[in-house]
């Protein structure tokens, strides 16, 4: 399997930056098929079970030498400097062939709450 990044299968980690910001991401699994994640452009942030905003989301993909890829999402840390704030991102996933995608199925959202 490999990793390909923002939508061109030929791009993967040795050509994404410290600096590159991510859009969507594609997880390939030989024959077996991919899983495609694209990210929204903005994060929503709140206090207690309330949203109170959106803000811009970066994200940033690091490599370990294992082989190993973390996703980084870049959050200013004042959305959740305080007690009971939160922060959530929901990346659309989508199950497919490595011709095409189809349905979706259900993934949980990424969340922080402090």
């Excluded at 082989?67 to 996933?93: A, H, K, M, R």
Aim: some cysteine; aromatic content about 10%; charged content about 15%.
């Amino acid at each position: 399997g490999k990793i390909t990044f923002n939508g061109n299968d030929n791009t993967d980690i040795s050509n994404v930056g410290a600096t590159t910001e991510i859009n969507s991401l594609k997880v390939h699994f030989g024959t077996s098929g991919v899983l495609d994640y694209t990210w929204p452009k903005a994060f929503n942030y709140g206090s207690g079970t309330s949203k109170t905003g959106e803000n811009n989301l970066q994200i940033r993909a690091i490599a370990k030498g294992d082989g190993t890829v973390f996703i980084d999402y870049i959050i200013p840390v004042s959305y959740i400097d305080q007690q009971n704030e939160f922060t959530l991102c929901d990346p659309t996933i989508t199950k497919g062939t490595s011709s095409g995608s189809n349905a979706a199925f259900s993934a949980v959202p990424s969340a922080m709450m402090v």
